[in-house]
């Protein structure tokens, strides 16, 4: 009494990985051969139905539509537009330019200049100093310890 092909086995000869044992007794059994043909029918259904399916869907796609340029009378406007946009930005720019603000800037670094040194004066005193700020109450009195 011969067994039939396993699942795994009709796998393997639809993927065209079939052993010898598989081939040989595919020749001998009409049952098995004749499940695999329907199989393969069955694949050969749904690959065509794919394939149809594919094709439909592309057709209903719509190709978009390139845009189309603008009426030639709207071109020198947009050129036009551009041009007094430049114009007035570059009019704004060299007007401020022309202008100058040296003595206020002059008056500003100088009193930048007299703060910095404050600051670094008061650096200067905190950083020159034996015992530091927070330690000083720390710190033993030599006149107190020579009694």
């Known amino acids: 009494m011969s ?3 396993k699942p795994e086995q009709f ?3 639809l993927l065209g990985m079939a052993e010898r044992e598989t ?3 595919l020749a001998a059994c009409t049952q098995c051969r004749m499940e695999i043909e329907a199989m393969g029918q069955t694949l ?5 139905a794919a394939v149809s399916w594919s094709e439909g869907a592309a057709k209903q796609v719509a190709v978009p539509k390139m845009p189309t340029s603008p009426p030639v009378w709207i071109r020198p406007l947009w050129v036009l537009a551009a041009t007094a946009m430049i114009l007035a930005v570059t009019l704004l720019f ?5 202008h100058s603000h040296k003595p206020l800037a002059t008056a500003d670094a100088q009193a930048q200049i007299s703060r910095d040194n404050q600051l670094l004066a008061h650096i200067e005193s905190e950083v020159s100093e034996i015992t530091p700020m927070p330690m000083q109450p720390l ?3 030599p006149k107190v310890e020579a009694r």
């Open 3 to 5: 067994t039939h092909l």
């Open 11 to 13: 796998n393997d000869w």
């Open 23 to 25: 081939t040989a007794h």
């Open 139 to 141: 710190q033993v009195n």
């Open 94 to 98: 060299s007007g401020w330019r022309g």
């Open 44 to 48: 050969g259904s749904f690959r065509l």
